[in-house]
């Protein structure tokens, strides 16, 4: 079967506000609606079910904030990514902010099979002095494993902290900068690094800053 797209245009967007509450499966939704209000020519899946030709690269936990997210669109007709850019930025809803269009090759592996790391700014809602938050890092980092749980599946997370740093925000609060893995089957998670420093993962605020694919690395 022929395919029926000719191009795949890759977004860079923001996730800030009430969509920070926004699940995976609903940002997809809302990203269609705005494809939809926007005209964008986008290809549709074969068969009786048929959706938009879209991927997100990584699903961004509830409360989260980020500033890049990235999604690929497969379109049926070819379209300049400035045109694209100029419709979706008026048709995106608050909350979602896009950053950047650009087109890439056609044939590249599925974004989710493209990750590698992110990295998160993290504020803490307890309010620690740097050395105390230092310390428990460096307990941490020198540990050879820290066992943890998900969905009923044990693993190790330490080899999944790449690294995690602290420095002051702008409202003079501790920051820790965290590096994390985002390898498919090996993702780093930084609600479950801040259960492991001993630190409320509910009351942070957690903000992704940058994705990286594995051809960032390479080109």
Not at 4 to 19: A, D, E, H
Not at 126 to 148: A, F, G, K, T, W
């Amino acid at each position: 079967m022929q395919p029926n797209y000719v191009q795949r245009i890759r977004l860079i967007f923001g996730k800030s506000g009430y969509t920070r509450f926004i699940g995976h499966l609903d940002l997809a939704r809302t990203l269609e609606r705005a494809i939809n209000r926007a005209r964008i020519p986008v290809a549709y899946t074969q068969g009786f079910n048929k959706r938009p030709r879209m991927q997100l690269a990584d699903a961004l936990p509830l409360g989260f904030t980020s500033e890049c997210e990235i999604a690929d669109l497969w379109l049926g007709e070819r379209v300049e990514p400035q045109d694209v850019e100029i419709r979706l930025a008026s048709a995106f809803p608050s909350g979602l902010d896009l950053r950047s269009v650009k087109e890439v090759d056609i044939s590249e592996t599925s974004l989710q099979n493209q990750t590698v790391e992110a990295t998160y700014m993290v504020i803490p809602g307890e309010n620690l002095e740097n050395e105390e938050l230092l310390n428990r890092i460096d307990e941490l980092l020198s540990l050879p494993s820290i066992p943890r749980e998900r969905r009923g599946k044990s693993y190790d997370l330490r080899p999944r902290v790449f690294s995690l740093s602290v420095s002051r925000s702008d409202e003079e609060q501790s920051e820790i900068t965290m590096i994390l893995s985002l390898a498919p089957g090996e993702v780093g998670r930084p609600d479950e690094v801040l259960d492991s420093l001993n630190l409320d993962p509910l009351s942070a605020k957690v903000h992704r800053t940058r994705i990286v694919l594995a051809n960032d690395r390479t080109s």
